[in-house]
């Protein structure tokens, strides 16, 4: 029997309103790493961490702090968007995410997130 991969990834890309866009999922131990592309590179990197002080179940809050790149307000809504159902899919851990989108509606988000369900690694 073959070892499983220490690190697991996987990828997709789709057209969305005539945009190229590919979406990397990669699975880390601490944490899951996300690529949102649209320019074929990574862009602005936010780390998104789960807030453990939140006592309140139904109301997940998360810490978004960008790490490299323009940190506008734009950036920490399409980061917490993503997190909301990632984190807490997978066990609530910590999320990286590189984003590069020219088209920022809410259309793209929606189908950003599906491509992301089908690049699952966690």
């Given amino acids: 029997m073959a070892p499983q991969p220490v690190i697991r990834s996987r990828q997709t890309e789709k057209t969305i309103n005539g945009i190229p866009t590919q979406v990397v999922c990669t699975e880390f131990s601490n944490y899951i790493f996300i690529v949102l592309t649209q320019y074929g590179k990574i862009g602005t990197l936010v780390s998104i961490t789960p807030d453990t002080r939140s006592g309140e179940i139904s109301l997940p ?7 490299l790149g323009k940190d506008e307000p734009l ?3 399409y980061a ?3 997190a909301m159902f990632v984190s807490q899919e997978s066990g609530n851990r910590p999320v990286l995410l ?3 989108l020219k088209d920022n509606s809410a259309e793209t ?3 950003v997130k599906d491509m992301i369900k089908a690049c699952q690694v966690w």
């Fill in 75 to 77: 950036t920490h809504v």
């Fill in 109 to 111: 988000m929606k189908n």
């Fill in 61 to 67: 809050l998360f810490t978004t702090r960008v790490l």
């Fill in 80 to 82: 917490k968007n993503v």
């Fill in 98 to 100: 590189g984003l590069s």
